[in-house]
């Protein structure tokens, strides 16, 4: 009987899974649907419970389905089947790297096979296989987003400091206080070690109008490096490197915060700081 987690920020969608997948329950093939409404929520429910399949939204705040996948501990990963608007293109790309997907508004039948499918391939050669295929996916995305995105212009000089605005000022930031900058949902967040003598390391999150290309080319290579399609970090508030899923590492910085390395970074980042 297999254990369902949706996860979806719009509430009719949840509500026409569950009652989609209610025959599957009333037949004594599903025991569990349980459901969360972000990313964040999801990854909680993750590491308190175990569920055999992940009925994932692409799409949502904060974290989006992407996101959500490359922080799910890899030993409570469950299947993954997508529910998703994207466009014929993105479809493509999914079917490429065999990834189960539901294209919205979910057809039952369409649904049903889902499940049939994953129910089929429980054993543990596949489970490796499914895993490899989300790694090449993740693979293929940050790929994309290298390829669209413009060759950042030669920098005349590194930035020093960072200029973010505050409530009702603009606060100066030293860029040694840069712990990482990320991308969630589209908005550019830095995350900054807060100055507080003999307190321990505490971070503080703003919110910049500047993209993570932008961003990039205005700071010192030897001090940050591009981990990931939607992070960057410094590197010297790098504390632990946490081996991950296919090749990848997750990364321990300063402040307790963590970033998911993509596997290629990985090798990369693991070659400037490893002797």
Do not use: C
């Not at 920020?9 to 972000?38: M, Q, W």
């Not at 055999?52 to 992407?66: A, I, N, S, Y």
């Not at 830095?190 to 700071?219: F, I, W």
């Amino acid at each position: 009987m297999l254990r369902i987690l949706i996860v979806d920020d719009e509430p009719p969608a949840r509500r026409r899974l569950r009652k989609l997948l209610e025959p599957l329950r009333t037949s004594g093939r599903v025991a569990v649907i349980e459901e969360a409404n972000d990313g964040v929520e999801a990854l909680e429910k993750l590491q308190q419970q175990t569920f055999d399949l992940l009925l994932l939204d692409v799409r949502m705040p904060e974290l989006d389905g992407f996101e959500v996948l490359e922080r799910i501990d890899p030993n409570r990963r469950p299947f993954v089947v997508f529910t998703t608007a994207y466009d014929d293109y993105a479809l493509k790309a999914f079917e490429a790297h065999a990834i189960d997907y539901l294209l919205k508004p979910i057809n039952q039948e369409r649904l049903l096979e889902a499940v049939a499918r994953v129910e089929q391939l429980q054993t543990t050669a596949q489970l490796r296989e499914q895993e490899e295929r989300l790694s090449r996916l993740l693979d293929w995305l940050e790929s994309q987003q290298q390829q669209a995105a413009p060759a950042p212009g030669p920098a005349t000089s590194y930035l020093e400091q960072l200029s973010v605005s505050y409530r009702d000022r603009i606060l100066i930031i030293p860029v040694t206080r840069l712990v990482s900058a990320e991308i969630h949902d589209g908005i550019t967040r830095l995350y900054v070690l807060e100055e507080e003598s003999g307190a321990p390391p505490r971070l503080r999150q703003h919110v910049v109008s500047y993209t993570l290309d932008q961003l990039e080319a205005r700071l010192n290579p030897h001090d940050f490096m591009r981990v990931h399609r939607s992070a960057i970090v410094q590197l010297r508030h790098i504390r632990e490197l946490i081996p991950w899923f296919s090749g990848r590492y997750k990364l321990k910085l300063t402040g307790d915060h963590e970033v998911i390395a993509s596997r290629e970074r990985s090798k990369l980042l693991k070659e400037r700081l490893v002797l």
